[in-house]
């Protein structure tokens, strides 16, 4: 929002929207729409917008107007809110495809991805006892994890992921990261649990189109947070407000 848009808006709505704590994202729109007045999409592809639309709200197409209605949504509104995700990806991926490998080197490891058994009790020989009858042969992981867990993964009979390894707690990321695949490691605790762990696979992230855009995405969220902050940090306070010293 630029500052002549800013001054029209009524003292007591700004009041409001700070107020509510809704200036910042009211900011973060309009930097938003700023950036991408200027991308067209075309027909075909908005067309094809509305109709997934309709499908989505079980209306109609002859019906939209009235279902608009109800929303207190025009045609001009709904055809920027169905079209502003192609917009921003095509605005992202012009802007800072030059960046997405940089990115995605610097995130790779967050980017990664395992599939683990988990299994944990807070009784330490149970712990020993089962890790001796799953490394035995005696028993298999997911079994043992559906009989005897006492976590969430005891629904899952153990499997986890696949997730991002930083997902895990941190030390269970370090032992998984430095595992080898179908080895069970040997009980260890974090706070008041005991826990078993085996890694299944690792999924290295890869840069393909897909993780290029994801990079894109993430590089546009940051510049419009910077610029939306710096818009209201430059935005004047009312009458009987200062800015922190």
């Not at 009211?26 to 109709?51: D, F, K, M, N």
């Amino acid at each position: 929002m630029n500052s002549t848009a800013a001054h029209q808006l009524d003292a007591s709505v700004l009041a409001l929207l700070r107020r509510h704590n809704l200036l910042a994202a009211l900011l973060r729109a309009e930097v938003i729409a700023e950036a991408v007045a200027g991308i067209q999409v075309a027909t075909e592809q908005s067309q094809h917008l509305v109709e997934e639309f309709c499908t989505r709200q079980q209306c109609e197409p002859q019906h939209l107007p009235d279902h608009l209605k109800k929303m207190s949504l025009t045609p001009e509104d709904l055809q920027w809110q169905l079209e502003l995700p192609v917009r921003v990806q095509a605005f992202a991926d012009h802007q800072f495809r030059n960046k997405a490998e940089a990115r995605f080197l610097a995130r790779k490891e967050q980017l990664d991805r395992v599939v683990y058994s988990l299994l944990r009790v807070k009784d330490p020989f149970l712990a020993r006892e089962l890790y001796l009858q799953v490394s035995g042969g005696e028993a298999h992981f997911a079994d043992l994890a559906g009989q005897y867990a006492e976590g969430p993964e005891r629904n899952t009979k153990g499997i986890i992921g696949p997730v991002p390894l930083t997902q895990a707690h941190p030390a269970l990321a370090e032992l998984l990261r430095t595992s080898t695949p179908g080895t069970v490691l040997e009980p260890f605790q974090i706070s008041d649990w005991w826990l078993l762990a085996r890694l299944e696979r690792y999924e290295s992230a890869r840069f393909d189109g897909e993780t290029a855009q994801q990079m894109c995405q993430e590089l546009f969220q940051e510049w419009v947070q910077e610029e939306a902050a710096g818009k209201l940090a430059r935005m004047p306070l009312p009458l009987g407000e200062s800015t922190p010293t």
